[in-house]
């Protein structure tokens, strides 16, 4: 039940003068976590939980959520500019983001993600807000075999990103599953592909591989070519400002509903993750938008599907828990830790007894995403120059700071190593024609995939589990619809040109 004069009363409270300074203090630390590669918003709150301890509950609930929520657009910065996502939900946003840059428009993908991504989350929220009845009641349908289809879907995206042919994108896609069964085996603890190497018995991590693929790739590419990222002769003749980003995103409303649903969906079923909700909005962008040819190769539709999700994931995830205790993601595990050290239960208690911490966190991550917006837009220009300078001049930063960051994910040597070998392997990959993006998708769901049909085929009497369900049967079907779309719009294209 909605309590206007206790959520008047928690706005007040983040809309007085401390309450400003500490959402302002937030937004800026998570912008900055969110931006550097290596770091992250569940990283900028574990720094800031120890000084929340002298807080009440409901102040430290909104330096927490501002620092999460403005993460998100800060790691949008650096995979626009430098084809490096600040975080792996970021990652979506290279495919158009970065061919942007190169062609001289990172200002107006800068201005389109901000736009974007505060749109996103407010409608993520107040979709979240809306519907928690009906959403508690959908996220308790789902189980092994709808997590298992959730995450084919997200592979299944494997055949129709841009980058090189379909043939080079699914086996690229097969190589990053391939390497996500390094380590330990999920369901028997056994040991598999890790050649005696202490380091791979926890698997290959992610983030240093996507450093390596995206960022320390680009850079030996660039120092190759001995050119800027933004090709001069082009910048100069199309209209790179942050406003065009601005009309773009507002000219496509539509669109920015239709994603900021699906990321809100995604959001709210535990362990599916930000990134599979942002391939996926960028999924159905490229197939529902009109004059989807340039999907790719640096379309502002691209850049604003990704972003809408990735935001409004984040008012989905926290759905299942604050209402089930459940994290929907691991920036709301480290929310929930934060709430049990300032003694709130989650459950039914928490929308009994503590709605105002509720209330808080919802505009706390609305708020963060307004001054998010306006911090980058006024600075989006100045950003946008990083791309007309010469590589040598940048790229031996760039690379120690890829090195730097992974490194500090777990102080761990092993990781740099994983930077390395993967920034070589992302260098021919490009050179060739093969989509890193795809290795990435299959590295990410890989293990996911496999745990969740493994304790199907346990659990719901074999194969047949997967389609005895109603929510796993409309998955299949759009996987189906998502993978064979394609085929039949370049079929009737061909059709009507033949007419």
């Excluded at 089930?324 to 830790?337: D, E």
């Amino acid at each position: 039940m909605f309590d206007l004069d206790l959520f008047l009363k928690t706005l007040g409270i983040m809309l007085n003068l401390r309450g400003i300074l500490i959402l302002l203090s937030g937004t800026v630390i998570g912008m900055i976590f969110g931006a550097i590669p290596g770091l992250s918003g569940v990283t900028a709150m574990v720094v800031l939980i120890p000084m929340t301890f002298s807080m009440d509950p409901v102040t430290a609930m909104l330096l927490l959520g501002a620092a999460y929520g403005a993460a998100t657009y800060g790691g949008a910065v650096p995979a626009i500019l430098i084809n490096t996502p600040g975080e792996p939900p970021n990652a979506a946003t290279v495919l158009d983001g970065f061919p942007m840059s190169q062609q001289g428009k990172s200002g107006t993908a800068l201005g389109a993600a901000a736009t974007a991504s505060t749109l996103g989350g407010f409608l993520g929220l107040i979709v979240t807000f809306c519907f928690i009845p009906v959403m508690a009641k959908f996220v308790m349908a789902f189980s092994y075999p709808e997590f298992f289809m959730m995450t084919f879907f997200g592979l299944s995206i494997i055949a129709i990103l841009g980058e090189g042919t379909l043939l080079k994108g699914l086996a690229a896609g097969g190589l990053g599953i391939l390497l996500s069964c390094v380590g330990y085996d999920p369901m028997t603890s056994e040991l598999r592909y890790t050649f005696g190497i202490q380091y791979l018995w926890d698997g290959i991590e992610v983030v240093p591989a996507l450093f390596g693929l995206l960022a320390i790739g680009e850079v030996m590419d660039l120092l190759v070519k001995k050119k800027p990222i933004a090709d001069h002769k082009r910048s100069k003749a199309e209209n790179s400002g942050v406003w065009s980003g601005i009309k773009a995103t507002l000219k496509q409303p539509f669109l920015v509903i239709r994603c900021s649903s699906i990321g809100t969906i995604i959001g709210a079923i535990p362990g599916v993750g930000g990134t599979v909700a942002g391939f996926i909005s960028y999924m159905h962008a490229k197939q529902t938008c009109r004059n989807n040819e340039n999907f790719g190769n640096g379309d502002v539709r691209g850049v604003i599907a990704s972003e809408a999700a990735n935001d409004a994931k984040e008012g989905g995830a926290l759905l299942p828990t604050l209402a089930f205790g459940i994290p929907g993601s691991a920036g709301m595990a480290v929310f929930l830790g934060a709430l049990t050290l300032h003694g709130i239960d989650t459950g039914q208690d928490i929308f009994l007894v503590n709605m105002d911490v509720v209330y808080m966190l919802l505009i706390s991550l609305l708020g963060c995403h307004i001054v998010a917006a306006m911090i980058g837009l006024s600075l989006a220009d100045k950003m946008a120059l990083l791309t007309k300078i010469r590589p040598v001049l940048f790229a031996p930063i760039l690379f120690l700071v890829c090195l730097i960051g992974s490194f500090a994910l777990r102080n761990s040597i092993g990781d740099v190593m994983v930077t390395l070998i993967f920034g070589l392997l992302g260098y021919e990959m490009r050179k060739f024609g093969f989509s890193r993006i795809a290795l990435i998708l299959g590295l990410l769901l890989g293990n996911m995939a496999e745990l969740s049909f493994r304790q199907t085929l346990m659990t719901e009497a074999g194969v047949m589990g997967f389609f005895t369900r109603p929510i796993s049967v409309i998955l299949f079907i759009l996987i189906l619809l998502s993978v064979f779309l394609p085929f039949f719009q370049t079929y009737w294209r061909r059709r009507k040109n033949e007419e």
